[in-house]
T-cell receptor
């Protein structure tokens, strides 16, 4: 079965460290998204991609970057982790058509000390 | 921005009916999704509305009024396992914009 997987599922790091969260989908979806979820804010869009070599900033992109070298993967990098980036991160993908539902990974819980 | 608004918490009794409302900005709107999210888990798809009217799927129904920028999710015959957060998400272009989520507690 097609799926979307994230790794690591849990990570603890220190302020200033570089962190990369991996996201891999086998749906062959063009669209991929990274969200963070915090109490009181719901899901907020960090970065998104509509296809290979395409990346775009979302609502809360400061301090994050992504790259899209193939259809399957959209890694999220925190260049210099900050305590404000402690959150649960969800990767998601959808078909290119606007009515394609969003499929979520299981989430990655990141703690920055 | 495309503000999506929904109540943050609701409580209902097992066996009852509950309606969760969602309002959104209509400019650029393409459709509306409802997702269910249990604590510590990923959101899962419940329903999709693009045209006005009611979509029924078992115990869950979702309604959309495009002219009013309004949707609701109706849950019937509530069960304890329905205790979860319910996320309203509008489609703008190819992007999903989420509301804050409604945490529903089902009491015995």
């Amino acid at each position: 079965d097609a799926e979307i997987t994230q790794s690591p599922r849990h990570k603890i790091t220190e302020t200033g460290r570089q962190v990369t969260l991996a996201c891999h989908q086998t749906w062959n979806h063009n669209n991929m998204f990274w969200y963070r979820q915090d109490l009181g804010h719901g899901l907020r869009l960090i970065h998104y991609s509509y296809g290979v070599q395409d990346t775009n900033k979302g609502e809360v992109s400061d301090g994050y970057s992504v790259s899209r070298s193939n259809t399957e993967d959209l890694p999220l990098t925190l260049e210099s982790a900050a305590s404000s980036q402690t959150s649960v991160y969800f990767c998601a993908s959808s078909k290119i058509e606007g009515d394609g539902e969003l499929f979520f990974g299981e989430g990655s819980r990141l703690t920055v000390l | 921005g495309q503000n999506i608004d929904q109540p943050t918490e609701m409580t209902a009794t097992e066996g009852a009916i509950v309606q969760i409302n969602c309002t959104y900005q209509t400019s650029g709107f393409n459709g509306l999704f409802w997702y269910q999210q249990h604590a510590g888990e990923a959101p899962t798809f419940l329903s999709y509305n693009v045209l006005d009217g009611l979509e029924e799927k078992g115990r869950f129904s979702s309604f959309l009024s495009r002219s009013k920028g309004y949707s609701y999710l109706l849950l019937k015959e509530l069960q304890m396992k329905d205790s979860a957060s319910y996320l309203c998400a509008g489609i703008y272009g190819q992007n999903f914009v989420f509301g804050p989520g409604t945490r529903l507690s089902v009491l015995p």
